[in-house]
């Protein structure tokens, strides 16, 4: 019933920027926390930075003063700031939230991944 659809992603020269957003529909009874991952190929995905509901936010030593996460709890909507990008950042980009579902179990919902590439 919960759908997280991300839009955003794309080719950017390094140094350049992206935005990448994240919107659930359907149902979230509550949320904790929400965030961002990253897969580059042949490489384990890691997470890049997490945002709990009352904005308290961290990120990977990697991204710090680049990236910023922000989100907008009416909307369902968590976003991804991305500058002074580097051919490393290059990977899928996986957001998700976390919350209680309609039974009051924690669940896990992640979006079907967005591809940043960042060319030299």
């Known amino acids: 019933q919960v759908q997280l659809v991300e839009s955003g992603g794309g080719l950017v020269q390094a140094g350049g920027s992206l935005r990448l957003s994240c919107a659930a529909s359907?149902?979230?009874?509550?949320?904790?926390?929400m965030g961002w991952y990253r897969q580059a190929p042949g490489k384990q995905r890691e997470l890049v930075t997490t945002?709990?509901?009352?904005?308290?936010?961290n990120y990977a030593d990697s991204v710090k003063g680049r990236f910023t996460i922000s989100r907008d709890n009416a909307k369902n909507t968590v976003y991804l700031q991305m500058s002074s990008l580097k051919p490393e950042d290059t990977a899928v980009y996986y957001c998700?939230?976390?919350?209680?579902?309609?039974?009051?179990?924690?669940?896990?919902?992640w979006g079907q991944g967005t591809q940043v590439t960042v060319s030299s």
């Open positions: 998700y939230f976390r919350g209680a579902n309609e039974a009051g179990w924690m669940t896990t919902y």
């Open positions: 359907g149902s979230i009874f509550i949320i904790n926390t």
């Open positions: 945002i709990t509901t009352g904005g308290g936010t």
